[in-house]
């Protein structure tokens, strides 16, 4: 097994004969903080659709730790340590907080098949440690006076943290943060920051979109940029940042000042 | 300290476990039914309302129960008793069977193939299909249940039977809905997408719908038919289903007493205004006129938030 724990080999998604994503390849290294940016529209959530299953590309390869993952269905992805987050917020918003956080636990939940007519002992204990688990990251993420809130009543940086929560409850090895800082102010930004420092810590390796070139820039480890469905450039975060076609990219050609 | 809808609950438990003794036979009656059309009305709020699967063929389960049971009995000269779990084993076989194909269907489009399975049905009934259902007319002359040479004859003993029946089947709804099976239908029910991307089988969990509601149709059906000692097609054709899948918006989705209320509205309201004739339909049609225009989620929605108290510490 090589060093990266997924690797996407020249990975193409057409939608009616328009061209999403072109050939695109990329190798993200376990326990890295993975960055992918460019403009609007270039693709880049359509390629996290494409690793978790809810597109399946028409030519390439997606190998997570060497196996071929592609077509699989999404709740296969997730069984297999792949959770993601949405860049617009997918709540399940009538159910409280704690309920969302424990959407994560399904997976990791023993419950037996006759466990929902019939419990037993054993059921109980399960319960009894997944709503624990809920509990931690509910502290975690600073969530516990919000556990009886329907999620849907919240702000939108608190249900930002609900999302991260609930794809943690699941205890994935790969975390896929669709801008996670959209919408966010300054201080909810920086706190941000942190909390996805701490979550590498943990030994979770990430994938970001984002479009905050701040923290973009100073949370990942190695970058890759995307236009139109294809790479225009990859490398060290400071390497991108002054990688001319990038500028060209974001600001066009006839700019003259390069920098924000 | 109890809080309101415990009192609530309590209350109702006694008032309905002391009913036989102060009404009528007719009444007793009206009250059996209404306890047998709620296990059928919260069989389907699983599929409905907790799943939210768009299931208009719930009568069907209902009615293979009641046949499975009636067959048995009168055609195989079986006693009632070793028809139960059959009555619930086969509308069970038969909702994995048939809704397997279908269960991918976006919500209208499933809407229209579960009242079509519900028409093949009556078809096959009233067609008296290997001589066995007695085609228009229904089987009659169903026995009583018998244990050990003891007949349970009365309809206060029907009454108690239902009552059970009514029991289990609400402690199954409530290990359901604290289970990762019942919040994994709610997760599908909310947003599919999110549901998948946290590992939730779609398929499975629906499946799983259809099937337990399936079971607990069948043996509120087999009940339905021992209470009547008859069965016929008409009680199980598309009306009676659409009754149901009204019963659980009207009352509110997932929400158990919403799906008693509704019942009870759908059900008993019509039976006490019967001396108005066919007027009292009126009041069954208004209900869900103005239910869905004044209280679009049921007339008392369900409350999530049902979680362990221990994490209910920092909420203030």
Redesign the interface.
Known sequence: MSEYILEIKNVTKMFHGLVAINDLSMKVKKGQIYGIIGPNGAGKTTLFNCITGIYTPEMGQILWKGKEIKGTTPYKIAELGILRTFQTIRLFAEMSVAENIMSGRHIKSKQKWYNGVIPTPAYFKDEKEQWMKVGELMEFFNLSQYATTPAGDLSYGVQRRIEMARALAAEPELLILDEPAAGLNEHETQELTDTIRKIQAMGVTIMMIEHDMEMVMSLSEYITVINFGAKISEGLPSFVQDDPVVVEAYIGSDEEDEHE | MMNKTSMIALVLLLISGVYPFFVDSAWLAIGTTFLVFSCVAFSQDIILGRAGVFHMGHAMFFGLGAYTTAIMNVQFGLPILASWAPAVLIPMFVAFVLAGPIIHLRGDYLLVATIGFNIIFIQVLENDVFGLTGGPNGIFGIDVVRLFGFEFASQTYMYYMAFILLGITLF?MR??D???????M??IN??E??????????RYYKL?AFI?GAGIAGAAGSMFSVQYSAVSPEAFDVTQSIMFFTIVLVGGSASLPGVLIGTFIMFVLPEVFREFETARYLVFGLAMILTMILRPRGIWPVR?????N???????
């Not at chain 2, 604290?178 to 994994?184: I, Q, V």
């Not at chain 2, 221990?310 to 203030?316: A, G, Q, S, Y």
Request: glycine content about 8%; aromatic content about 16%; proline content about 3%.
């Open positions: 199954i290990t359901l604290r289970s990762k099976f019942g919040r994994a709610f997760y909310k947003d997408i999110a549901a998948q991307s946290m590992g939730v089988s779609v799983y337990i999530f938030g049902n979680i362990p221990f994490l209910k510490k920092d909420v203030k």
